[in-house]
């Protein structure tokens, strides 16, 4: 009589252990697994144009000729226009002959503002993510201010507003959204590391003051092809 109970006890114990294991943890899995591929993008730059004469302003060094225009706090993406109040960009191209190589380090750009005699170095788009904003992206309603309803006694609260409740809480940005914004500044980085040229990407320097008070911008170059200074239209 022992087996058959033992057995009984065994099987009862098995039931109760697999669903919790076996199939939502599976489940969990499943379910993670495709989200988890979907975040895997590399950095591949923006397809370069036809020739550095497509860009603003380009300039030879050695057999590479590097290419230059700049967007200010806009962050022209392959899949539309992102912003980014914390940092200016560059949209840069580097050609060369066919087949040609060129090692590219983050250390190769820097900018010079307005004729300063300190240069901003080059910033990795993991940092420039976090700022990344969509103009187009519309926030919940009861994100923005309460409206109020200006009579000849004063102000007064829109009919159905308590005056003395608190402001409701803002809604941030789903992750899913943020995550895209990010994952599009990451693919359309200039690529580093020995490539085959032409190379195109975006260019990230920290700088959070409004591009109206920008008067002159310079890219500059320095790398294993040589030195050029590039004068931007601001």
């Known amino acids: 009589m022992r087996w058959p109970i033992l057995f009984t006890l065994c099987a ?3 039931a109760l252990i697999s669903p919790r294991f076996g199939g939502p ?22 397809p370069p144009r036809a020739a550095p004469s497509d860009y603003s302003a380009h300039a030879q060094v050695g057999a590479v000729t590097i290419a230059a225009d700049f967007t200010a ?14 940092y200016v960009v560059v949209e840069a191209g580097v050609f060369g002959p066919p087949d040609a190589k060129l090692m590219l380090s983050m250390g190769d750009f820097s900018l010079r503002i307005n004729g300063k005699k300190a240069v901003l170095p080059q910033e990795p788009y993991e940092l420039v993510a976090k700022s990344i904003k969509d103009p187009d992206y519309e926030a919940p309603a009861s994100n923005s201010a309460s409206k109020t309803i200006i009579t000849g006694a004063g102000k007064e609260q829109a009919p159905g507003v308590d005056p003395n409740a608190p402001p409701p809480a803002l809604i941030p940005v789903p992750f899913e ?30 700088y959070s003051s409004p591009a109206k008070g920008i008067r002159s911008v310079d890219l500059i170059y320095s790398g294993p092809a040589g030195k050029a200074t590039l004068s931007l239209n601001p």
């Open 12 to 14: 009862a114990v098995t």
């Open 73 to 86: 706090h806009a962050v022209n993406t392959q899949d539309g226009l992102l912003t980014t109040p914390d």
């Open 25 to 46: 943890l599976q489940a969990q899995v499943a379910e993670a697994a495709p989200g988890k591929d979907a975040l895997v993008v590399e950095v591949k730059g923006l």
């Open 177 to 206: 959204i943020k995550r895209g914004w990010q994952l599009r500044v990451k693919r359309d980085s200039l690529p580093i590391g020995d490539r085959t040229l032409p190379q195109a990407g975006l260019l990230f320097f920290t």
